[in-house]
């Protein structure tokens, strides 16, 4: 149509669609009718491009006459619709009239498409759709008349048809203000009622049922970040203009034109560009969207966008409400009544106003209103049925009290909540305390400390306050009742299957004994048999919860191929298996067994689990473990000290695990083969890093048991370390790991070191970083088992949860920390159920990508918790250990001298964040400035020390050119 050059008043929307945006800009922008002030850059997407043509093509045409619709026919006291009646700031006056002050003003800065006039003569036969706003919702009407103001600089009210979902035949026309239409719509070509009132009731069942979980939280959160950051674009229009334009004009329109004006500036100016409606949200939560020939699918698609942002705006704090803005209106002698009186002597010509929608609000804005919204529903203590939250998301975290954390905010509220419960240090100053928090602690009425953080965590419910088992004491504990009673219930059940495996193991090998024949390596529960193979688990001197084993068995007594140049060993990796806690079918033994404790529903400690993503275990007053310790404790493995009498009672337990076996070539490293598969193993002895080391050097060793695990360690560590040394030459994310490792060794080298002494082992800062032998055999174990599991998931073609940064291309592990990080048990229940037909079925490519989401929303809001801002952007540190490497600092200055530069220098090694640095032989860490672009992890640089004083812990330094 475009090349043909068909006149302007002869194309239609399929023609329009049809091009392609930037044929359509060209087009705008060579016609001198569309050509407005550049509108062809400001217009981004192909829709606003499209509407705004049809919208100049309407104000140059002449409207056709009126014809009957659906809508009369059903309802003959409702005029009938028909072709658009929405008019812009572009439709041509009658020579004789004039124009009203503002609209002329408005004309000259505005958008077309924001200014809409309603006109008397064509809404008494043509009515129109609108959004308005009542009882917390946002709902649909028909537009069918105008009720005459008590004078013309007052706006009109407005005749309206309601539009419900529910089953009320009944059509009442009702008076409404201006303040309560939202945005008005186009013209529809729908003018059944009933038709309309079906698609209200569809739209509504659409937002529960037909988005991914998460997938409109994500939505409202991307279309705020792509408004929130832009400049309110003053386009001509300042608040010093506006007082000069008021001040010139007339003494009655003045008032009227500052108003008008300072309300658009808080939209954005004169593009309106803070200002969402219906419209936009559609495009942002139907992807790619473009407007098709069924244009009842448009116009349900366009209900959901609407009732999303009602939504958002009365769960969170993004949107605001932003009403039609009432411009001017015209009124001259007619025939219409008026509100006081049933005579008929004058009528509303026209009535002009700025389209509203929803306003986004600044971020100090937001989360203010996120805080208080998040106390109101700390204070509720029934919410009542569960409410569907931006779509069909679930609703996370703990709500045994009724209280219910429904939005991203209220979860990352409540994170700074329990990271500020457990000590981490406050700032100098309440008010450097994140808003949304302090906010939310004096909505509560407590006061901003610790005592105060605890005291919100026990009123929403999140944590709770009871006695440990024979305990008189009462302990506040961070999870919920509902949440610790599971857990409790747990162990109870867990300390009863490992006796009774323990006593069906002895029971099937004395009937092996007994009768060769009907052998079997296989328990009730359908697992591997593999408590005869010793195996060790080496983890830190501290670590409370092992979730890890390495094993080796000899592949002879698989019934698996040797190839007996290549191996006679098969390495054997266990990680503990959580599927009671993840797996959604479960096998339950309580059902055959009527002795056993009740298995308990897991459902708590995995919601639980997801709130809070994975463990912490740097704050002060302790861990915040990823599940309450009593469950970490019953699913993690029981060990046994190799020194330990055999008969210890550990040595008489079993673990359910999780087993993959590896096949490797010990001429080249290469994994031959691989499996996985259910087991059950026996208590391995446990060792730290450093004693594991220590045995593997040794010479001599004192028992059996010392003997054997040293053996496990030989045959372990040296299929291993070839496969290392063979994955790290031919994997580019393996090399990168492993350059990051190195670099992180020698920072933690670097840091802990001192000219007077201090141990390389000193643990301050959490920045000791020391590979031994045991660590680099773990380390190993651990990259082969989440290569192993990768490649076993490919091979059938199943989608793997993993979380951010965590990719096949950054080297990261799958599924090797369940305990930990909530992603690994998942990874564990998607494998368990695709390799081993375990647990339920396969999750789908949504639901890996849903568990993707959520536990990159919780690693980001855990990421993003810093208990204060710092205004003194100056590096600076005010410990014991800073300010004594400064002053070693200052005195190898002093010794040095200047060597003929201005400022002294020295040798530095970036740490890859930000710019920042370690002093090398010194361990001090500081921000380079005058780099040009970022330093790469490992960089050694010679820095010029600007700046130095020891007392107050600050120190300055600049790139040495």
Not at 73 to 81: Q, R
Not at 216 to 243: C, F, P, W
Not at 244 to 262: D, F, W
């Amino acid at each position: 149509a475009i090349a043909s050059s068909i006149p302007l008043e002869h194309y239609r929307r399929s023609d329009l669609e049809a091009t392609t945006v930037k044929e359509l800009r060209q087009f705008i922008k060579d016609d001198p009718i569309l050509n407005q002030k550049g509108l062809s850059s400001r217009l981004k997407r192909k829709s606003d491009v499209v509407t705004y043509i049809l919208e100049q093509q309407n104000s140059h045409n002449v409207d056709p006459l009126p014809q009957e619709t659906s809508l009369s026919k059903h309802h003959p006291g409702v005029p009938a619709n028909h072709d658009p009646y929405l008019e812009t700031s572009k439709r041509e006056q009658d020579e004789d009239e004039k124009e009203d002050e503002l609209v002329e003003i408005l004309k000259q800065y505005v958008v077309g498409n924001k200014l809409v006039t309603l006109q008397s003569d064509v809404l008494a036969r043509q009515s129109v759709l609108a959004e308005f706003f009542a009882a917390g919702t946002s709902q649909l009407c028909w537009i069918t008349g105008l009720l005459l103001p008590s004078s013309s600089a007052a706006p009109p009210r407005l005749e309206v048809v309601p539009i419900s979902h529910e089953d009320d035949d009944s059509i009442e026309t009702v008076v409404m203000d201006l303040g309560q239409i939202t945005t008005i719509w186009p013209s529809s070509s729908i003018h059944d009622v009933e038709r309309l009132k079906q698609l209200v009731q569809d739209a509504k069942k659409a937002i529960r049922e037909d988005f991914p979980v998460n997938h409109g939280e994500n939505v409202m959160q991307t279309l705020y970040n792509s408004h929130v950051g832009r400049d309110r674009d003053a386009g001509g229009v300042t608040k010093k203009s506006i007082a000069k334009l008021a001040q010139e004009s007339s003494s009655i329109n003045g008032p009227r034109i500052e108003e008008v004006l300072r309300k658009l500036i808080k939209a954005g100016g004169p593009s309106m560009s803070r200002l969402v409606d219906s419209s936009t949200a559609m495009e942002y939560l139907y992807d790619g969207f473009l407007s098709s020939s069924n244009k009842e699918e448009d116009m349900k698609r366009r209900l959901v966008g609407a009732e999303m942002l009602s939504m958002d705006a009365a769960l969170g704090g993004r949107f605001k409400r932003l009403s039609c803005i009432f411009v001017t209106n015209q009124i001259k002698s007619g025939s219409v009544k008026q509100m006081s009186s049933d005579d008929d002597n004058s009528d509303i010509i026209q009535l002009t106003v700025l389209n509203g929608g929803w306003l986004v609000v600044d971020n100090s804005v937001r989360v203010g209103a996120e805080a208080r919204k998040f106390a109101e529903r700390a204070g509720t203590k029934n919410i009542g049925d569960t409410i569907h939250v931006l779509g069909n998301e679930t609703v996370r975290g703990d709500v045994s009290n009724g209280v219910q954390l429904l939005t991203a905010a209220d979860e990352r509220i409540a994170h700074r909540l329990e990271c500020l419960a457990m000590g981490e240090s406050l700032p100098t100053r309440d008010e450097e305390l994140e808003l949304d928090v302090r906010e939310a602690l004096k909505s509560l009425e407590l006061p901003i400390s610790p005592e105060g953080a605890k005291s919100a965590l026990l009123k929403l419910g999140r944590w709770s306050e009871g006695s440990e088992d024979g305990q008189s004491l009462s302990v506040i504990q961070p999870w919920s009742k509902e949440t610790m009673d599971t857990a409790r219930s747990l162990r109870d059940f867990e300390t009863w299957r490992r006796s009774y495996l323990y006593k069906e193991l002895i029971e099937r090998k004395s009937a092996r004994g007994r009768k060769e024949k009907g052998r079997s390596d296989v328990s009730e529960e359908g697992r591997i048999d593999l408590t005869p193979l010793p195996c060790v688990c080496i983890d830190a001197p501290r670590a409370t919860f092992r979730d890890d084993a390495i094993g080796v068995r000899r592949r002879s007594t698989t019934g698996r191929k040797v190839i007996e140049a290549a191996s006679k060993w098969e390495i054997l990796i266990h990680i503990a298996d959580v599927s009671d806690v993840f797996s959604p079918l479960p096998q339950r033994l309580d059902e055959h067994h009527l002795s056993s404790p009740v298995q308990p529903d897991p459902k708590p400690l995995l919601d639980a689990a997801a709130s809070r993503g994975l463990s912490r275990y740097d704050l002060p007053l302790g861990p915040l473990h990823l599940m309450p310790p009593i469950a970490l404790e019953a699913l993690s493995l029981v060990t046994q000290n190799a020194r330990s009498d055999p008969q210890h009672t550990n040595s008489r337990v079993v673990n359910r695990c999780v087993t993959m076996w590896l096949y490797i070539d010990e001429r080249s490293g290469k994994l031959i083969d691989k499996g996985y598969e259910r087991t059950l193993i026996s208590s391995p002895v446990a060792f730290t890093f450093d004693d594991a080391s220590t045995l593997m050097e040794s010479t001599k060793t004192d028992n059996q048991a010392l003997s054997q695990a040293k053996a496990i360690m030989s045959v372990a560590e040296r299929n291993l370390s070839l496969w290392s040394r063979q994955h790290n030459q031919t994997n580019v994310a393996a090399q990168k790991r492993e350059q990051r490792m190195v670099v992180k060794e020698m920072l933690a080298r670097e840091t802990n070191a001192s000219p007077r002494g201090r141990s390389h082992r000193n643990t301050r800062n959490n920045e000791s970083f020391l590979r031994t032998r045991g660590h680099r055999m773990v380390d190993s174990a651990l990259d082969v088992y989440a290569y192993a599991l990768s490649g076993l998931m490919y091979r059938k073609n199943a989608p793997v949860p993993r979380a951010s940064g965590s990719g096949a291309d950054r080297g990261g592990r799958l599924g090797t920390a369940p305990l930990r990080r909530y992603i690994d048990g998942i990874v564990q229940r998607q494998a368990l159920s695709v390799l081993c037909g375990y647990g339920g079925p396969p999750m789908t490519m949504d639901e890996c990508r849903d568990a993707n989401r959520l536990v990159a929303e919780v690693t980001d809001a855990l990421s993003n918790i810093r208990s204060f801002k710092p205004t003194n952007k100056s590096n600076s540190g005010r410990s014991h250990n800073q300010r004594e490497d400064l002053q070693n600092l200052a005195q190898h200055l002093a010794r040095m001298g200047n060597n003929g530069h201005n400022a002294p220098r020295v040798a530095a090694i970036s740490t890859g964040r930000q710019n920042e640095v370690v002093i090398l032989g010194v361990g001090s860490k500081a921000i380079c400035k005058g780099v040009s672009g970022t330093l790469k992890p490992g960089e050694k640089v010679m820095v010029e020390v600007s700046r130095l004083d020891p007392k107050k812990g600050l120190l300055d330094i600049r790139l040495s050119t």
